[in-house]
Nanobody, 124 residues
Framework: QVQLVESGGGLVQAGDSLRLSCAAS????????MGWLRQAPGKEREFVAA????????VYANSVKGRFTISRDNAKSTVYLQMNSLKPEDTAVYYC?????????????????WGQGTQVTVSS
């Protein structure tokens, strides 16, 4: 069992940066592939970024590639999402998710554990 707690959301202007953090409980954090997904009002939850257990394998949605960076610190059981050059269309609730797997997971249906979400609002 893994419990996930996100932090770092907020209200920013277009072009600004934010860093989201997700702290995980449990002693086997390094066994989990981790992801960030987001959900805007009236839209489906969508994949943003994922990172494998070692941190060496990352995958990004096309909409954030080159602007967002996912990373993890297994010693701190924490995964991060650095978001640069934010756009109004990035406005959403951002969720951290985990799956005990070796391969990177990019579909929301395959994640087993979820955080409560953190709101990111980007004004134009």
């Amino acid at each position: 069992q893994v419990q996930l707690v996100e932090s770092g959301g907020g209200l920013v202007q277009a072009g600004d940066s934010l860093r989201l953090s997700c702290a995980a409980s449990g002693r086997t954090f390094s066994s989990y592939t981790m992801g960030w997904l987001r959900q805007a009002p009236g839209k489906e939850r969508e994949f943003v970024a994922a990172i494998g257990w070692s941190g060496g394998n990352t995958v990004y949605a096309n909409s954030v590639k080159g602007r967002f960076t996912i990373s993890r610190d297994n010693a701190k059981s924490t995964v991060y999402l650095q978001m640069n050059s934010l756009k109004p269309e990035d406005t959403a609730v951002y969720y951290c998710a985990a799956r005990r797997a070796i391969v990177v997971v990019t579909t929301k249906e395959h994640y087993d554990y979820w955080g409560q979400g953190t709101q990111v609002t980007v004004s134009s």
